[in-house]
DNA sequence: CGCACCCCTAAGCGCTTGCTCAGCAGCGCG
DNA sequence: CGCGCTGCTGAGCAAGCGCTTAGGGGTGCG
C-alpha cells in the first residue's frame, strides 16, 4: 500500500472508533463546523441538519453540544500524542527521531486541518474539568518532544540554548499549521511536513544534509 | 502607582488614537472580552458592563458589535505592518534586519498578547468585506519579511531554499506567540523576541554570533 | 436663567439559542 | 399478529442574544 491510500484509509477511519454510524456522522460533522465557523458561532441545529437529521436526534447520542467538542478533542489529542510517541520511541539518533517527529507532527496538522483546528483553537470552549484533561494530553505531548531535543543537546548533535523555549517553538510551530493550511494551498501535507523537518533541524543546530556545505 | 493601574495606564494608550473617552473604555474592554472568551462567546451586555456602562452605551459609538472588532482588527494590524516595516527598511544586512524584525515582531505579539490575539484569530468572525480589507495589509506585512528573506538568499547571507515557505513559517511562529504567551509565564516579552530572532536566523541558515562556533 | 445639545440609561422588542418531550415508525421475536 | 425496544421527529420552551427607542440629566452658551 502506498503512502497516499495509506493516509486516504486513515483519513476515512478518522472516526472509526466513534458508534453507532449516526454518533460518527455527528462527530464529523460538528468537527467541520467547528472548524468553519469555531464553536460558539456553531448551532446544533447545523451540525444535526450536516449529518441529516433533525436537530432533537444530536441529544441521543450527546448530551451537550460541549460533549461532541469534548469526544473531538479527545481523540484528535491522543492522535496526536501517539504520533509524537512514535516518533520520540523509535530507534535512531536524535536527529532522526527529531526529524520524524516534525515531519509526522506537521504533517498530520496539515492533513487533518480541520480536526487540528478544532483540537487546537477551540479548547477554551471546554468545561474547566474536561479542559485541564485535555491539556493535560498536551504536557504529555510536549514532554515527549522536549526530551528529543534534550537528548541531542546532551549527545552534542544539537546546540540549542535553551531547550523548553526550542520545544515551545517548535511544537508552535507545528501546531499553528492548522489555522493557514488549506487543501487548495500551494503546498501538499507531505511538502510541508519535509520543510518544517527541514527548518527544525537547522534551528536546534543539527547537521542537515544537502543544505549544510 | 500599582501594578494594575501601571497596567491600565498602558492599556489605554495602546487606543490613544481612539475618541472621545467612552469609545476608547469600549474598545479597550471588547479586546480583553475577545481575548478571554472569543468574539462569538462575548455579549455586547460584557463589553458595556466592563467599560462600566449601561448596553445601550454601546450603540452611540459603535453602530454594531462587529464594527467593534473591525476597528480593533484596523488599528492592531496597521502596527503590526508599522513594526515590519520599521525592520524592512532599516539600514544593515538582511541578517541584521529579519533579526530585528523576529525580535520586535514577536516581542509585541507577546507584550499585547491579548489585542494580538483578538486580530489574529478572531478575523473570520469579520463581515466579507472588512475580512479582505483585513487580510490585505497582512498580506503586505507577509510581503516585506519575504523580501528581507529574499534579500538575504540574494547575497549569499542565508541558504533558504524555499523562501515563501520559510517566510509562512516565520510569520506563523510570530503570530502563534500570542496564543501561548501569558504574563505570569516564565519569559518576559524581551527573552521571546531574543530567543526566537535566534532561532529564525538559525532556520535561515545566517551566520549567528556566540552559538556557533 | 433658559435652552439646546450631547451622552447616557431603563425598558424591552424580535429573534435565535441550547435543549426537552410526547409520540411514532420500523424491526426482531414469540 | 402483537409487543416492546431503539432511534428518531415535530413542536416548542425558557433564556439569552444583538440591537432600538423614548426619555432624562448635566454642561456650556446666549
Known amino acids: 500500500m502506498g503512502a497516499a491510500a495509506e493516509r486516504a484509509a486513515e483519513e476515512s477511519e478518522e472516526w472509526a472508533g466513534v458508534s453507532p454510524d449516526a454518533a460518527r456522522r455527528l462527530v464529523s460533522a460538528a468537527v467541520e463546523a467547528f472548524a468553519e465557523r469555531g464553536y460558539h458561532a456553531t448551532t446544533t441545529r447545523d451540525i444535526a441538519g450536516r449529518a441529516g437529521m433533525s436537530p432533537a436526534a444530536l441529544y441521543i447520542h450527546y448530551k451537550t453540544k460541549e460533549e461532541l467538542l469534548y469526544r473531538i478533542s479527545g481523540i484528535g489529542h491522543e492522535k496526536a500524542l501517539r504520533i509524537m510517541g512514535a516518533a520520540a520511541e523509535a530507534e535512531g539518533s536524535a536527529t532522526e527521531r527529531l526529524g520524524d517527529a516534525v515531519r509526522t507532527f506537521a504533517r498530520w496538522h496539515a492533513e487533518h486541518h480541520t480536526t487540528a483546528r478544532v483540537i487546537q483553537y477551540e479548547l477554551q470552549a471546554l468545561s474547566p474539568e474536561h479542559y485541564t484533561e485535555i491539556t493535560d ?77
Open 137 to 213: 494530553l498536551r504536557r504529555r505531548t510536549d514532554r515527549l518532544l522536549r526530551q528529543i531535543i534534550q537528548d541531542g543537546q546532551d549527545s552534542g548533535e544539537f546546540r540549542a540554548d535553551d531547550v523548553p523555549g526550542t520545544t515551545l517553538a517548535v511544537l508552535s510551530l507545528c501546531v499553528d499549521v492548522a489555522r493557514w493550511f488549506t487543501a487548495d494551498g500551494p503546498r501538499t501535507p507531505d511538502e510541508v511536513g519535509a520543510l518544517y523537518a527541514d527548518l527544525v533541524l537547522r534551528m536546534v543546530g543539527a547537521a542537515v544534509g544537502p543544505a549544510r556545505v
